[in-house]
């Protein structure tokens, strides 16, 4: 019989009051592809804590955030353990069966926590990619004098610049002082999807959160246009709270915002967009194929430092604290340092 490796037993918690047979039985089950149903997840609100420096899925629920592999533990129900698993292995069925169970069994109270004690993690923590979009509202493109795009605009980020709700960006004094602020709607991908119809590309998502694509303009723009160097420094992805699954939000009609110690800097909605959230994804898979746990940074509205007159951009600083939000995904804060 195979046995969960390593990584996944330190996911699962496995090895801490994890019994054998419990180990056991995930195996044959994690095992069974076939006897498992696979698909998106559905009405539900999920999100990335970290536990024993662990990342691991949980869910917003009526009892509060659920940590899904400990109740999994406790009433010895195959779930999956991260959100990269729920989302690369279609695991959807699976996890809400076990939000059902939890929420009728008393032997799952122990899961249940505060979402006020939780230390969140990024929503996604692996993805294969991090896709960016440029100039993608329409008074956005204005704002900088650039020229609107007749296609998407791409550029991208790496993991290293995944960072969390109410975590810290260390500002890079070092290499760049022009910080600037980007809220905007995140795609997060449910199916592999590669030369999808416009009409049929949100069927392949999973769910959308709230982003922002921080940003080092003198590395962005007075280097020789840097894009990659100016937005992919470290923490310069945070991604949270939460992941609200597709079937509970209509991308293109959402309304958001971003706030900079608390006065309102962003106020748009995504009906500004120039492309879509179809034609965006239906145009990246004609050019490279999008896996489930994809991220696709749909673009920033209008407000941004970068589009005030020269003499009046304030940039930037340590102390500073940011909050971003996009209609029913709830609220993402930071604070530079």
């Avoid at 979009?133 to 204005?142: I, P, T």
């Avoid at 879509?276 to 050019?287: E, P, V």
């Avoid at 007159?309 to 340092?337: H, M, N, T």
Wanted: charged residues 25%; aromatic residues 6%.
């Amino acid at each position: 019989m195979k046995q969960l490796d390593e990584n996944s037993l330190k996911a699962t918690g496995a090895g801490g009051g994890f019994t054998a047979a419990v180990v056991e039985a995930n195996s044959v089950e994690a095992n069974s592809n076939d006897k498992r149903a696979r698909g998106l997840a559905r009405g539900l609100t999920l999100l990335t804590i970290c536990r024993n420096h662990q990342y691991r899925l949980a869910v917003k629920t009526t009892r509060g955030i659920l940590d899904v592999p400990d109740a999994a533990r406790r009433l010895n129900i195959f779930a999956p353990a991260t959100m990269d698993d729920l989302l690369q292995n279609e695991e959807g069925p699976s996890l809400s069966a076990l939000v059902d169970a939890a929420l009728c069994s008393g032997a799952a109270d122990q899961a249940f926590c505060d979402e006020a004690q939780i230390e969140f993690g990024p929503v996604v923590t692996r993805p294969e990619k991090i896709i960016c979009v440029g100039l993608n509202y329409l008074r956005h493109a204005r704002e900088v004098n650039m020229a609107i795009p007749k296609q998407p605009v791409l550029f991208n980020k790496y993991n290293n610049s995944l960072s969390a709700h109410k975590g810290t960006i260390k500002l890079p004094v070092e290499v760049a002082g022009k910080f600037d602020y980007e809220v905007e709607l995140v795609i997060v991908m449910g199916k592999k999807a590669k030369n999808v119809s416009e009409q049929d590309a949100l069927s392949f998502v999973a769910g959308y959160s709230t982003g922002n694509d921080f940003s080092a303009r003198e590395l962005q723009f007075d280097t020789g246009g840097q894009w990659m160097v100016g937005k992919t420094l470290d923490q310069f992805a945070p991604l949270g709270p939460y992941l609200t699954t597709a079937d509970q939000v209509d991308p293109d009609k959402l309304k958001i915002e971003c706030r900079v110690n608390g006065e309102t800097r962003q106020s748009s909605t995504t009906d500004d967009f120039i492309f879509n959230c179809g034609q965006l994804i239906a145009y990246i898979s004609r050019h490279m194929t999008l896996q489930a746990g994809d991220i696709i940074f749909t673009g920033t509205p209008e407000g941004v430092i970068l589009g005030c007159p020269e003499e009046k951009r304030v940039w930037l600083k340590a102390g500073d604290e940011i909050a971003c939000s996009v209609e029913k995904l709830g609220e993402l804060k930071f604070r530079l340092a």
